[in-house]
């Protein structure tokens, strides 16, 4: 390890230090590990091994204090419905019609932005960017800004149309008690390709060793996502924390890095339209969306399995427009706004009423696949080695 990237590790467990003695607090420990290069999933990791995800109790009264009902009240109605709504989402994951058709029927004026990835969006948030009144983050950055005290909790009240969520998008890991997201997609990491390009269906996640195709593969930029890969290829959950495990999928992510074009994402879906990469890691829904543009585009979930996720609307701390907020949450849950949105986006809708009026339907798994898939979970006191081996094969 180079010295300056040893300087990094230093600071990086300094920092972890500072958060569990008590010396920083959770806001400090985010923006700075941020600005340390820090994953967010493994920022998640600390977080949670630290106190949990849930923000930190209100301070107790002064001892002498009057008492108080033990009774709380309810939260107060929140008011008349304001004119304006500001929403931060995904690139290119909402029907092109959802924000015109709920401006024309509520009158609310909708300012919608993009992001690209939940550490832009966090950092956003933590620079101030108070102004926004729905976001939609991954799940482990739910628990990441749930952590720091960035969210306001939802009121079930506005929320009309919560039950046509799915049993299986309902009290999750990152937000146990629906108390501060609605599931917004839901989608599976695996093979995209190109079906005039390669030879067989790329059915393996062995294909990424294959040299025939050295310079056409890619796989995603994402530590979770590549390590988990190799560590399914070897039949480990893409959660372990086994030190034997983790270097067998290091030493076989260097093996496919040597064949790979690069590390991308999202926008490995023009590169797969033009025929510059033929096979991909990614996301099923992004693969649908390239389809659009060259039908010889096809995605597989490989034969030992890959990640499944959810992402969900949430409303950040200090929100304006708390009633529109929840007026947009209860008109995105209807079922053919829902089936809309999803048939665009090509993911699938966690709305199961949704579900049944899309017109390619996107099934939830079945019980064979969910054999295959898993849900990214907490590290733990993992989190560092993770990030120690993504580093080296990010520079192998």
Known sequence: MS????????AQLDLAEGLADGRIDRRSFVRNALALGLALPSIAAVLQACGGSEPEAPAKPPEGAAAVDAQPAGPP???EMEKELKICNWSDYIAEDT????EKETGIKVTYDTFESNEELIGKLQAGATGYDLVCPSGYAVQVLLAIGLLE????KYLTNLGNVAPQFRKTAFDPTDAHSVPWQWGMTGIAFRKDKVKAVPDSWAVFHDPQYKGKLTMMDDMRDVIGAWLKFRGKSVNSVVPEELAAAKADALVAKALLQS?????????LVAGDVWIAQLWNGDTLQAKVENDQIDWIL?????VIWCDSMVMPKGAPNKRAAHAFLDYILRPE???AISDFTGYGSPNAAATAKMKVPVAYPSDEQMKLLEFQSDLAGASAAWDQIWTEIKAG
């Open 263 to 271: 590390y991308v994402s999202a926008p490995v879906k023009g590169q």
């Open 77 to 79: 109605d929140l008011g």
């Open 153 to 156: 909790p939802l009121r079930p």
């Open 302 to 306: 490989p034969k030992e399995g890959g």
């Open 3 to 10: 010295d300056s990237k040893k300087i990094v590790a230093l």
């Open 99 to 102: 924000i015109a058709n709920f």
């Open 337 to 339: 706004v829902g089936a």
